[in-house]
């Protein structure tokens, strides 16, 4: 049940603006009142205008912001002079709409004002919200809705029929709430809501009390129904369901990034279980969507696989997912073709939504992000659906409405307003050793070009710090941090699982983790020796080898940058165990070269020298050791390092990174089992 959190200790808020963003918040933060990206609000005030004089004004939300989030600067001040007597035109085109409002900005620099601005205008009400509430759009979406409204709300409603937002349904509802004096709500058929209040409290209690009328209407109901017409299947157990993920995701990832790469995340929430489980899903979820703002984000139906959890049978899930992909692009092809305009230009034409029984639901987009935005809405339209089909049968927009939502130009404007796509947009990259020198400025450096990272360490809590403050700078879901020690294969595999089931795969692998010794040769241990080894060798081995599976799975190609050393050309003193691993890691990297070719999987190396700031190697006792064997102390190591360059520099963390991106970019497209120096010009370990 929606739940009232208006804070009495928040009305000393300033009336208007401050007052609107609280509400706004409030409306926002729980998902089964409004949309992620939908709903929008108003106020309506007086301001001082730039010639002093004061004006009346309608404070609504700005295009492309999120209610939950949203902050003062997202809302667009607009001159209700010039609004109101735009009531009186039979119609206006949306582009003529948008650029009209534009011209009645208080403040030139605030966001251009939401789709919905003229619902808001024309109500004679000082506080109007427009929400997506489940239950009302459970209303909204059943074939005899406007009978339920009857009875739950009397005549205390307006309904409107579906039409696009816009001119006309602004009118509309004004012109619906006019003729009803006792209207406290309009209902907009296969749409949302719309409540008003004198105050913002008073807008806010009639909203959520609206809610929760419908609510305990349909709880009733539900007494007596089936949810979707009961069980079919069962889920499975959280372990084979893992299991299952695990060898699906990178199949759906490949099929699903012909075009352009997705990340795929899953959800198995019960409420989503519940409805992919169930006898009506199959049909259900093919009726369209359940609200207009969901269209963009989850496309008009999602991929519904019919498999059958209790068989077992992955090959047969595999055969029918491939199968289904490749149907839903002739069916998106076909949808464009048929409804599409002189200028359309087609979206990528893959689900965005997938559902298989006993599994739950799989999600992509072009980021985590953006995929679980898709997850977040299509959990509304479950619990819309679960609703309408409560009060009766579930109907939505018919395909040309869906299609004119989807392809709307004032929809693809809220796109617009999303960063460009970089480099590394749309892909994972698992950098080990990540929470070190040079693998933390590695993942910075893949961050800055939209990459979503991995910080994979046995150095769990760095690895974590790091993921943090990426994920604190970049949003949720950008950075995950794993532990995984590289010379142990079940960790090595668990953790390339773990990312399979966070992203759905892999397309940059930079094996980095590391550490150094340094001794006499007749004094190398064979703890000195395994460990260098173990690390270098068998641990970079070991985490290739599980990402190139998942890169033949997902067979769109692939890319793995080595971090070797100058010691992986130069016999330097003291370093055999060191070197001869640092020498088989490079070499192991061209192996895999000439085995990846056939797969679009490059890999290459970077042999860096003397890293001394912000290496963990270097607070080691490998300092010491090393300015020891050069006979100097180890504070003169540094100047002692650059001086022996040509170039006379000194190495940094930044520019080891700054090559890594390079091979690991469209840049060095065709390259491969290729070595880069990135030592400031040292002749005895030129590449040769
Ligand atoms: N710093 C330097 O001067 C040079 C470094 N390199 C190579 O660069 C790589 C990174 O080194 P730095 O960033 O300087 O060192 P660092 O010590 O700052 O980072 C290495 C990271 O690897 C992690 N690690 C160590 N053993 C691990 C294991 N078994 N499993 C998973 N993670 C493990 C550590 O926890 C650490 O976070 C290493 O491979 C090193 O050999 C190469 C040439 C020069
Ligand atoms: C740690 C390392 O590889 C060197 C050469 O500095």
Not at 26 to 52: H, M, Y
Not at 155 to 162: E, L, M
Not at 319 to 328: A, L, N, P, R, V
Request: net charge negative.
């Amino acid at each position: 049940m929606v739940k009232n959190h208006w804070n009495d200790k928040e009305d000393n808020l300033n009336t208007g603006l401050e007052e609107l963003v609280y509400r706004s918040n409030l409306l926002g933060q729980d998902r089964s009142v409004a949309n992620w990206g939908g709903g929008n609000t108003s106020v309506k005030t007086t301001e001082t205008d730039f010639k002093g004089d004061e004006v009346e004004v309608l404070w609504v939300k700005g295009s492309g912001s999120d209610l939950a989030t949203m902050q003062a600067e997202n809302f667009t001040a607009l001159k209700l002079a010039e609004i109101r007597p735009l009531i009186e035109k039979e119609d206006m085109p949306d582009e003529e709409m948008t650029d009209y409002l534009s011209h009645c900005m208080l403040d030139r620099k605030h966001p251009r004002s939401s789709i919905e601005t003229l619902l808001h205008a024309f109500l004679p009400y000082t506080h109007v919200d427009h929400t997506h509430p489940d239950a009302i759009i459970s209303i909204a979406c059943a074939d005899n809705g406007k009978e339920v409204a009857e009875e739950i709300y009397g005549n205390r409603f307006v309904w409107v029929p579906y039409i696009r937002p816009g001119f006309k349904l602004s009118k509309l509802i004004a012109e619906g709430v006019k003729a009803n004096p006792s209207a406290e709500l309009v209902i907009m058929e296969k749409h949302g809501l719309v409540t008003w209040g004198d105050t913002s409290k008073e807008s806010y209690d009639r909203t959520v009390a609206i809610i929760q009328e419908a609510e305990r209407y349909i709880d009733d109901k539900a007494k007596n129904t089936e949810l979707f017409g009961g069980m079919k299947y069962k889920s499975l157990p959280e372990e084979e369901r893992k299991a299952v993920l695990k060898k699906v995701l990178p199949v759906i990832r490949g099929h699903v990034s012909e075009e352009k790469r997705m990340i795929v995340t899953n959800d198995s929430s019960q409420e989503v279980l519940t409805f992919v489980n169930s006898r009506g899903a199959e049909e259900l979820s093919q009726i369209g969507a359940a609200c207009p703002d969901h269209l963009v984000h989850t496309k008009r139906v999602p991929l519904y696989i019919d498999w059958e959890p209790e068989s077992k049978d992955i090959d047969k899930l595999i055969e029918s997912i491939e199968k289904g992909i490749s149907s839903f692009k002739e069916e998106y092809i076909a949808y464009f073709e048929r409804n599409k305009s002189e200028d359309d230009k087609m979206f990528e034409a893959v689900p965005r939504v997938i559902l298989i029984p006993g599994i739950g639901m799989i999600n992509t987009g072009k980021s985590a992000s953006a995929a679980n935005i898709s997850e977040s809405l299509y959990k509304r339209a479950v619990a819309v659906m679960g609703g309408a089909t409560t009060l009766g049968n579930f109907v939505s927009l018919n395909e040309s409405e869906s299609f004119a939502i989807e392809y709307w130009p004032l929809e693809l404007y809220k796109l617009s307003l999303s960063p460009p796509e970089a480099e590394f947009s749309r892909k994972v990259a698992f950098v080990t050793g990540g929470a070190g020198g040079i693998g933390s400025a590695t993942c910075k450096r893949l961050l800055s070009e939209g990459a979503h990272v991995v910080v994979a360490d046995i150095n769990i809590e760095g690895a974590r710090e790091l993921a943090e403050e990426i994920n604190s700078i970049y949003g949720a879901n950008r950075a995950l941090a794993v532990k995984m020690d590289v010379t142990k294969e079940e960790e090595v595999i668990d953790a390339i699982h773990e990312v399979v089931l966070e992203y759905g795969g892999v397309d940059i692998i930079v094996n980095n983790a590391g550490l150094a010794s340094s001794s006499p040769f007749d004094e190398t241990t064979m703890d000195q020796w395994n460990l260098n080894i173990g690390v270098l060798v068998t641990g970079y081995f070991l985490v290739a080898r599980e990402a190139f599976k998942v890169m033949k799975h997902q067979d769109i190609g692939g890319n793995m940058v080595f971090v070797g050393s100058k010691n992986s050309i130069y016999a330097g003193k003291n370093a055999a165990a060191y070197s001869t691993a640092k020498a088989a890691e490079v070499h192991l990297a061209r192996t895999i070269a000439a085995d990846g070719g056939e797969f679009g999987i490059r890999v290459n190396s970077v042999l860096p020298d003397a890293v001394i700031r912000g290496s963990k190697i270097w607070d080691s006792n490998w300092k010491e050791e090393r300015a020891s064997s050069y006979g100097i102390g180890s504070d003169d190591l540094e100047s002692h390092y650059r001086k022996r360059t040509i170039l006379n520099v000194n190495i940094l963390p930044e520019d080891i990174a700054e090559s890594i991106a390079f091979l690991a970019s469209s840049k060095a497209e065709k390259t491969t089992g290729c070595m880069i120096t990135v030592d400031g010009g040292v002749a005895a370990a030129f590449t040769r």
